[in-house]
């Protein structure tokens, strides 16, 4: 089972900001590890969005926003376009028996 | 800019070992990690392991007891066999690069920033 939870779904109308969140424990996002984030839009691959907590890859628009404090990060939509409309996954690294990389439970955001 | 396609069978017979392959063109498996993903339908992502170019691995604990990812780099290819399987492995497999350094920052966890499209492998008898 996955240790990184997030919250099954989120939704707004187009314009809106939405956020999701990705909580964590004190052996993963707690102990100081690195949260990244990916798109993965309908039949797609993954796709990366944040790495490194706020780092965006060129040619990720500014919309999207990464942050992190305590055991928890999420990620921000700004500006939200239909074609947002994706599962998201929040990835970071666990130090505890039972491996190392561990990807968050995911989101599905829909655009009202 | 580098791009990844997983080939192998789509069917796998319960027991038997699924053997997948991840070909990398417009670049080198060399100095690189590598990593292997897979998403059950309608499920999360589930990470397999990594293998580094000169062959060191890490696996996932919860299947470190069936899997093996190997790399050619003659081939520029890297490989994931996965032993015994069940229905429980039927799933989309993701092949990608990890990336634990950005230039200045280490990664503990490495980022995947280029991934393969993914193969479908349905478990069945």
């Known amino acids: 089972q996955s240790m990184l939870t997030q919250p099954p779904s989120v939704s707004g109308a187009p314009g809106q900001r939405v956020t999701i969140s990705c909580t964590g424990s004190s052996s993963n996002i707690g102990a100081g590890y690195e949260v990244h984030w990916y798109q993965q839009l309908p039949g797609s691959a993954p796709k990366l969005l944040v790495y490194?907590?706020?780092n965006r890859p060129s040619g990720v628009p500014d919309r999207f926003s990464g942050s992190k404090s305590g055991t928890s990060a999420s990620l921000a939509i700004t500006g939200l376009q239909a074609d947002d409309e994706a599962d998201y996954y929040c990835q970071s690294y666990d130090n505890s028996l039972s491996g190392s990389c561990v990807f968050g439970t995911g989101t599905k955001v829909t655009v009202l | 800019q580098v791009q990844l396609q997983e080939s192998g069978p789509g069917l796998v017979k319960p027991s038997e070992t699924l053997s997948l392959t991840c070909s990398v063109s417009?670049?080198?498996?060399?100095?690189?990690?590598w990593s292997w993903i897979r998403q059950p339908p309608g499920k999360a992502l589930e990470w397999i392991g990594y293998i580094y170019y000169s062959g060191s691995t890490k696996y996932n604990a919860s299947l470190q007891n069936r899997v093996t990812i190997s790399v050619d780099t003659s081939k520029n290819q890297l490989s994931l066999k996965l032993r015994s399987v069940t229905a429980a492995d039927t799933a989309v497999y993701y092949c990608?690069?990890?990336?634990?350094?950005?230039?200045?920052?280490?990664?503990?966890?490495?980022?995947?920033?280029?991934w393969g499209k993914g193969t479908t492998v349905t478990v069945s008898s």
């Open positions: 417009n670049g080198s498996v060399s100095g690189f990690y």
């Open positions: 490194g907590n706020i």
């Open positions: 990608a690069r990890r990336r634990p350094y950005d230039g200045s920052n280490y990664y503990r966890a490495g980022y995947m920033d280029v």
